[in-house]
């Protein structure tokens, strides 16, 4: 069993109105979902990728209404790596987002410190983009590249990790399947992490539809303690924690956002899942308004 590059990156964040202008008019994704978190149906879950909300485009937010500001530290995911089409492309985000420009990399953060990457694309894999009319086709966001983590003793984790191939770089581990993707250790602050606005609350790695049960098992003998397979509607999902602690998710490719809506309205209206949709009238008010960006 092979893990099939990064599925989706959740995040959070303490202003839904802001963290939606940013990532659909500065970063030009396309809202896909507009749900609630199905572990605590008060708050949003916000899922921004390309045209057609696929697996390995995929980041999402949970919204705390005026969240704390969060810190990364020892056990936390604290930087996400998007794909990028040439080092034209980087000179324009650069100019866009601003941020450090390196050769073949920018790194900037989100309004809320979340620390982002674009990375020239190696060409690998088909390029998921979403349209923007301020920005040229040829300098979309491609997909995910990768993430980072903090870690203090990464090699807790190198015989956890199997479904991802070790490289040979200095703490650096990539998923080679139908997508590809890294998982890079950093050594971690001195400071503890705080959970928060503008931090990573977990990594979601693919895997296909029929294969959750074996990766359950799998899992359980590596030691970790996988939740059962649950059924998010859009896709089912296991949790663990990784022995360094950052927390995984394991998501089935598919059955995909347009179960339940059409692909040319995604992100347009509140959408629950069914087991949900009795609580509509109590969590929809509590919800912070938010336009359709394309409309």
């Known amino acids: 069993m092979r893990l099939h590059g990064i599925h989706h990156v959740t995040c959070i964040t303490g202003d839904a109105p802001a963290n939606l202008r940013f990532y659909t008019d500065t970063l030009g994704l396309r809202l896909v979902k507009k ?22 485009a995929d980041i999402t937010f949970f919204e705390y209404p005026g969240a704390i500001a969060g810190r990364a530290g ?41 620390e982002l990457e674009l990375v020239v694309d190696d060409g690998e894999d ?34 956890f990790l199997d479904g991802l191939t070790f490289t040979g770089e200095n703490r650096r581990w990539e998923s080679h399947g139908d997508r590809h993707g890294f998982y890079v250790y950093d050594e971690a602050p001195a400071e503890r992490g705080i959970p928060g606005a503008g931090t990573v609350h977990h990594v979601a790695w693919a895997v296909p539809l029929d294969e959750h049960a074996a990766w359950v098992q799998k ?20 949790y663990f924690r990784e022995p360094s602690g950052v927390l995984f998710e394991v998501a089935s490719l598919g059955p995909g956002f347009t179960a339940d809506e059409e692909l040319e309205h995604l992100g347009e209206k509140l959408i629950l899942p069914p087991a949900f949709e009795h609580l509509r009238a109590e969590v929809e008010p509590k919800l912070t308004p938010l336009p359709n960006p394309r409309a």
């Open 35 to 56: 749900t609630v978190n199905q572990d605590d149906p008060t708050v949003y879950h916000l899922f921004y990728a390309d045209e057609r909300g696929s697996a390995g």
């Open 219 to 238: 899992a359980t003998e590596a030691g970790a303690h996988p939740t059962p397979v649950i059924d998010r509607f859009w896709f089912h999902s296991i």
């Open 74 to 114: 020892d056990g936390m995911v604290h930087r996400v790596a998007f794909r990028v089409g040439s080092e034209a492309s980087l000179d324009f985000w650069h100019e866009r987002a601003g941020g450090e420009r390196e050769p073949g990399s920018l790194v900037f953060t989100d309004p809320e410190g979340l």
């Open 126 to 159: 088909a390029p998921l983009v979403a349209r923007h009319p301020e920005i040229p086709e040829e300098h979309a966001i491609r997909g995910f590249a990768g993430v980072h983590a903090y870690a203090s003793a990464p090699e807790r984790s190198a015989s």
